[in-house]
């Protein structure tokens, strides 16, 4: 177990230090977020519309195209240096690889949405500081299921010629479930409602979540011996 343990934790450890020498994937899906997030707030009368009806559902596209960028860079610089190879021929398990990289993802983009929640809340005028535990919590556990799938599919489109478009041809039917959970819960958050109230939507994430690393398990060794 300890072994497997330090296996994880060197590949994120990679991950971080690549990224720390680059800092290519943090700015671009910083920005990449933060111009979705600008675009609707110019699009939209906040005279007319409610920020706490709107904000939520601009909140999470931000969040999932600004990851689906990090996760495109994720194994397509593995794939680029020839890493992944690499990777394969060391006698690490394989869902070890899988739980690195999928850290690697999670972390990178809960930093990435940790900057972008204060502009959201000073571009549309929203509370976010009283609802801030609960609403940590479901972008948390939305975001370990976008990671999830996102990362499994992303070493299945590293593969492919046409990778850039593939992976989210193949994430965004399969993250429906978790994206609509999740934004009901941040709506229903910012309207006032108790997230003990709403625990048939925090249950549906959990379990998707769950779905997602066991499919990950299953299929990951075959994934990446492609």
């Known amino acids: ?28 899906m910083f920005i990449f977020a933060l111009l979705v997030i600008v675009i609707f707030i110019f699009s939209i009368d906040l005279s007319i519309v409610k920020a ?12 999932l195209f600004a990851g689906t960028l990090g996760l495109n860079r994720s194994f397509m610089l593995e794939k680029e240096n020839g890493c992944l190879e690499g990777l394969i021929l060391t006698p690490a398990d394989r869902t070890a ?11 990178f983009l809960l930093i990435m949405e940790a900057f972008i929640l204060p502009l959201f809340m000073i571009f549309f005028n929203v509370d ?15 975001t370990v299921g976008f990671c999830a799938i996102g990362t499994l599919l992303s070493s299945l489109s590293s593969n492919l010629k046409t990778r850039e478009i593939m992976l989210p041809i193949l994430l965004y039917p399969l993250i429906v479930p978790v994206v609509i959970g999740a934004v009901r819960l941040t709506g229903q958050l910012l309207a006032g409602e108790t997230l003990g109230s709403m625990m048939n939507w925090v249950g549906l994430i959990l379990a998707f979540d769950i779905i997602y ?7 990951i060794d075959h994934i990446l011996e492609e």
């Open 52 to 63: 706490n009806q709107v904000g939520p559902g601009i909140l999470w596209v931000a969040f």
């Open 128 to 142: 976010l500081i009283a609802h801030l535990g609960p609403l940590l919590l479901v972008i948390f556990l939305g």
């Open 213 to 219: 690393i066991g499919v990950s398990i299953i299929t």
């Open 97 to 107: 690889i899988y739980f690195g990289k999928m850290l690697s993802n999670l972390v």
């Open 1 to 28: 177990m300890r072994q497997y343990l330090n296996q994880v934790t060197t590949i994120v450890w990679k991950d971080f230090v690549t990224e720390f020498k680059t800092r290519e994937l943090f700015s671009s």
